[in-house]
């Protein structure tokens, strides 16, 4: 194992990307995502990266080339965040049931308007349901770790979907935090070339991306939501790899200090880090409180997140996109969702916080939970509480 | 002119049908022909991106296609990008010797929808990255033809069509027709072409010519649609000649910058036919006076004299 090093998080990713050995990267520069690329196109400049650096004209393009390239077989990274990844929504449509093994980066960042360049998850929750595989990450080592995860979990031919790992923008994108890499030939062990099982190539002929008509049009969606959920065996067994090579050991749901813990923080992202320290600092004051932090979003992991929260009495769900015009927050709907069926449910409570990158110092984590308590004590839950709005 | 060759004809070209019988298109497509005729001439070492629209409805409705080259389909907008795309897979597998080297032209395909409108941006994109063994069809039926003929940019003036309609206030399209050809040739590419499946001669060797380059090349061929112009079907070959012959979609090709008028139609010496033998019987420009029939070609003369001012330069 190599030395820890300080590194810019988004630096990391693009060594990670350097280490898959990528055969194309398409991108289109946008803010918070710029680093990773711009990293990239030094490395492949500079000849210790041998890949095609398609410098595209629209994030459409992008993901466009990448559908492209991907069929072509040829391993292909791309990054991207808020308008971007809304402009490459249409094709992300189109890629993922074409079992197209793309890896994607994405530095989240709000959609305007009004237009902001800071962080919440607004960009990624409008495509939440676009058929990819999407991993949240709360720290710059573990982007690094997820970022080559990714390639493998995709080109698995149990898989062979494309994955989003989630990167909460400037908060984690621009900060220099300490890591430890892994050297090529671990990479190399751990990450086989892509082997596709069709291509472009005038060799051997396909059609990809045929029209269908309404009698088969369901079939195929089925097709793409089997794979999609079984793919959550292949992501547990290829972190479980993944942590006997590295010592770091990833799961779908993690529990931090839950063993006596009435009440839970559920995290997503970078407050997982945060909720770690607000755990911490609460139980110092008496609180037992805990943490559950969702790392796999797509596909959901039902079961494992019943059997993580169904323990506790309260669970306060914190996160960062607010669903206008909806009941709660996507997270707590989804947990809301996966619990119906169940007898006796803990209460929920769910906060929308941190739009737009909007600090939320660990003493804000202070306030929702007396307000969530409270309001549990006097049975006036409200469905979400958008946090901290000034009045 | 083609009667020259219909002798020789079977031996002039190639005799594998990369786009198999079968499809799906209307009668009397030219469209379809002129993809016939593009994969003749391609042969069979290319991969194929195609956009939404005519031919990618006619030709792959699952569980078939009538490709018997690779060809994939996206959207509607990106099939310049998707062929960037590939063009790049190939060439970075082929650096790493992943897959065996050989010589693979990466061609993007779409109607004028999907090239003068849509995705120009993507084709802006694709062609002022220079890609080799790179190359862009549009095929031209100058109108959505597939979602129900509505107006595009690339659908001429005074042309009625289901969003530009002719009555009382309106003579149909009221803009002219949008000149892609010039535009791609304003990328300083090697080869930009246009052609028609009327001179299926003329657009095969259009086509070598392209491939021969290199690339980029951008290839605007004609694409005669019975039902969008309101013309008996198997008059599609008289219309696409007569579009040539009065000038209305002169056969040009752009060779490093340099314009030439091409082959056999239409030389100078030649006088060209007015534009009412072209439009007259096509339902599309049924509803035009006498004034507006004028008009158009008084835009004709304008554009074709541009034009050959341009061959001379």
Known sequence: MTNRIGMEVSLMVSEAVKLANVDVIAAYPITPQTHIVEHLSELVADGELDAEYICVESEHSAMSACAGSSAAGARTYTATASQGLQLMSEILYAVAPMRLPVVMTVANRTVSAPLTIWNDHSDIMANRDCGWIMIFVENGQEDFDQTICAFRIAEDRRVLLPVIVNMDGFILSHVIEPFEPVDQKTVDSFLPPFDPIYTMHPDRPVTMGAFTMPEIFTETKMAHDVALRESEAVIKEVWEEWGKLTGRHYTAVEEYMTDDAATVFVTIGSFSELGMEVVDAMRQKGVKVGLVKIRLFRPFPTEDILSALTKFKNVLVIERFLALGGVCGPLAEQIKAAMYKLKDTPNIVDFVCGLSGRDVPPEEFFGMYETAINAIKDGTVKEFYLWGVRE | ?313
């Not at chain 2, 220079?130 to 039926?141: G, L, R, S």
Request: proline share 4%.
């Open chain 2, 1 to 313: 002119m083609i009667d020259r060759y219909r002798v020789y004809a079977p031996n002039l070209t190639n005799q594998k049908e990369n786009f198999a019988e079968g499809h799906r298109a209307c009668q009397g497509c030219a469209e379809a022909l002129a993809v016939r005729h593009v994969l003749k001439a391609l042969g069979d070492d290319i991969v194929i991106a195609n956009a939404t629209g005519c031919m990618e409805i006619v030709s792959s409705p699952l569980p078939l296609t009538s490709w018997n080259v690779p060809w994939i389909h996206v959207a509607f907008e990106n099939a310049a990008a998707v062929a960037s795309g590939m063009n790049a897979g190939l060439k970075a597998l082929m650096r790493k010797g992943r897959i065996p080297k050989k010589r693979i032209i990466s061609v993007g395909m779409a109607g004028d929808g999907g090239t003068s409108d849509i995705g120009l941006q993507a084709l802006s994109g694709a062609l002022e990255r220079q890609h080799k063994d790179f190359m862009y069809v549009c095929f031209d039926n100058e109108a959505y033809m597939n979602t129900g003929i509505q107006r595009s940019s690339s659908t001429p003036f005074g042309a009625a069509t289901t969003t530009s309609p002719s009555g009382s206030k309106s003579i149909g399209q009221a803009t002219w027709k949008k000149n892609m050809s010039r535009i791609a040739a304003a990328h300083n590419i090697p080869y930009v072409a246009t052609a028609c499946s009327s001179y299926p001669f003329d657009l095969q060797e259009k086509v070598k010519k392209a491939v021969a380059l290199g690339g980029p090349s951008y290839i605007h061929v004609l694409s005669v649609c019975p039902t969008g112009w309101r013309i008996p079907s198997h008059l599609a070959i008289k219309y696409g000649r007569l579009a040539v012959a009065t000038g209305v979609f002169p056969l040009y090709e752009v060779v490093h910058g340099k314009y030439r008028m091409t082959a056999h139609i239409d030389e100078k010496s030649e006088k060209r036919r007015p534009v009412v033998d072209y439009m007259k019987g096509q339902g599309r420009y049924r509803h035009l006076s006498e004034e507006h029939i004028e008009e158009i070609q008084k835009r004709v003369d304008k554009e074709y004299e541009e034009l050959v001012k341009l061959t001379e330069l």
